[in-house]
Structure formats: C-alpha cells, structure tokens
C-alpha cells in the first residue's frame, strides 16, 4: 500500500503495511497498521507551560529482533541505523548496519557508554578526579582507569592494578 497525505502543509509519501494515518484531537499525527495499533507517531507534548515536540518509535512486538530504530541509508554506502536493540538488554545503539547489534559501533546503557571503534580527539578531559584503589589487588576489572591527584591507575587484569605516577615538568 502506498498513500500520500497532505496534513496542515505536511506532506508524506508511506509505503509497506500501512493502513491507517490519524491525526488526533491533541495535534498528534499517528501513522499504524493493520493491527490498529500506532508504531510511529509525532506527539506534541506539554511540559510546564512548554510546547515539545517529538517523534515516538513505538515497536509492540515483543521479540529480542524487535527493536525500536531509525536507519539511514544513502546510494552505494552503508546503512547506519540507531535505535534500541531489544535483543541486548535493551541498549541504546549506533550501527554501522541496518540491523542493531552488527557491526555497533557504540552502545549506551545504565553503566555508561562503550565504543567499540577506536575513539579520536585532540583532547581528553576528566570531568572529576577519582579516588586511587586501595591497593594493587584492589577490586577492578580488567580496562579500568582511575585518574587521582598524583597517578594514573589501570586494570590490567581482575582486581590487578598498576599505577603510573604523575609530576609537574
């Protein structure tokens, strides 16, 4: 099924399993399918006296390949997709495929965030100095780096430390 609709000055051609484009009372365009249900929609929220604007990917199925992404695509380069990758314990992801979870080259969840390319910058700042693990056998994890006062700390290995002193030149 392919349509095209002419919205208030927004235009949109949609393409695939679409059969229903609804746009509600509250100013939300909701755009579903056969289920009835509405996996795409640009929601105009209130907040605080504040008028916000987004765009909900709501994917209701509930398999682990069922994610909740954009991809872009252009002629003769690759796919880059970003999204929620349901299938790895729901992190938010930047792959260089149009699936999530090949190819990622970063993933951010509760711990933090982890590149899996090498990271490039002219720069690097530590936002806060940290504390100095209490000895070399110390708790830790194999690629933690401490940034204290007077050393750098790695983790070389579980709970083995290795510390490089830091002085003024």
Not at 85 to 104: A, E, M, P, T, Y
Not at 114 to 135: C, H, K, R
Request: proline share 1%; net charge negative; aromatic share 4%.
């Amino acid at each position: 099924v392919t349509s095209s609709v002419n919205l208030v000055g927004v235009d949109a051609v949609m393409s695939g399993n679409v059969s229903a484009v609804d746009m509600v009372a509250s100013g939300n365009l909701l755009v579903g399918d056969n289920t009835g249900e509405n996996p795409l929609g640009i929601n105009l929220q209130q907040d605080k006296g504040n008028l916000a604007i987004g765009l909900l990917i709501h994917n209701q199925n509930t398999g682990a390949d069922a994610d909740a992404k954009i991809s872009f695509e252009t002629q003769s380069a690759a796919d880059v997709s970003i999204g929620i990758d349901r299938g790895d314990s729901n992190k938010f992801k930047i792959s260089r495929s149009g699936n999530l979870g090949v190819n990622d080259e970063m993933s951010v969840d509760s711990s933090g965030v982890t590149a899996n390319t090498a990271v490039t910058s002219a720069t690097f700042n530590v936002s806060a100095l940290e504390t100095a693990p209490a000895s070399a056998s110390a708790t830790g994890v194999a690629g933690d780096i401490r940034f204290a006062t007077d050393a750098i700390y790695v983790c070389t290995a579980t709970n083995t430390w290795k510390k490089v002193n830091i002085a003024t030149f």
